[in-house]
């Protein structure tokens, strides 16, 4: 048992050795990868519950590493939010969500808004409101048009500065969604005092909400407090038939989640709007 144990160790400490070393590597291949513009964008449908249709998506970075391929964001984000470098990442997404929302101005996708994912570490960034606003003026895009998701990490630290940038950017008329509702531990209070257009419930509540009666409670509840506060709710991860049904009959208003498609590059999204396929 003694020598399965050290043989247990060993493998561990390599497997972690590894794992540094991967880190290390692609923390300095950071570096470079914003010059050699291998970010993309991936876009993740919502569809509108009311009236079937679709007109936001979420844009979702992938990094598309000259080595390694396709990398999701849990293999740098964090990376990126410890060196700072997040800062720049995040002003490339408003950019490029920016010059996507501008070719799909003029033609059948007018309809689309682009959410975005800033960190709480992003707005830190005294000139991220600034940064948002000269980015939608470069490419002639209304502000209602760029969405903007956060997590409730946002309520906990820099309250007064982090109500101050949002409350400039709600007055430019972006939107604002909170992300993962329901995981963070930050008071109810914030949804009257910041300026929230929607609330994002958590996946972890819809996985087995046909199945586990206490999740059903808590999305019935998180919809209805919602709406009486004049905020509009979107489902995550919504996987099944049966998911939806349970949200439609509940008057959740939008559903995102691999049941209507994964993320996937403007292109196809494109393809997939104009053939029906989301339909
Ligand atoms: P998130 O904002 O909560 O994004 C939703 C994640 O759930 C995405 O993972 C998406 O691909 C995945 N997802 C969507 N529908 C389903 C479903 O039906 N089932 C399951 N199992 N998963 C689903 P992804 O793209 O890997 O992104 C992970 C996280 O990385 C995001 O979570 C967000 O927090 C962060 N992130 C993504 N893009 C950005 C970005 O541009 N900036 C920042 N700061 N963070 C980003
Ligand atoms: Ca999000
Ligand atoms: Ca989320
Ligand atoms: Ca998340």
Redesign the pocket.
Known sequence: AKEQGRNTYQFYTEGMQEREVMRLELDKDLNHALANDEFVL?F?PQLDLNDSSINSV????RWQHPRRGLL???DF?PLAEESGR?TD??RW?VMAACRQLAKWQNGPYSNLRIA????GR?LDDESIVDHIQEALETNGVPADRLEV?LTEEIFIQNIEHNLNQLTKLHKLGVHLAI??FGVGYSSLGYLRDFPVDLLKID?SFITDVTERHDDAVITRAVINLAHNLGIQVVA????TREQLTFLKNHRCDLI????IS??IPAAELEKALSSGLLD
């Open positions: 991936y993740q979420e844009a979702l970075i999701p964001p849990v984000i997040i990442i995040g997404v975005v994912n800033l960190s992003e998701e992300d993962d996946r995550e991860g919504v996987e995102q989640g691999y049941l994964r993320p």
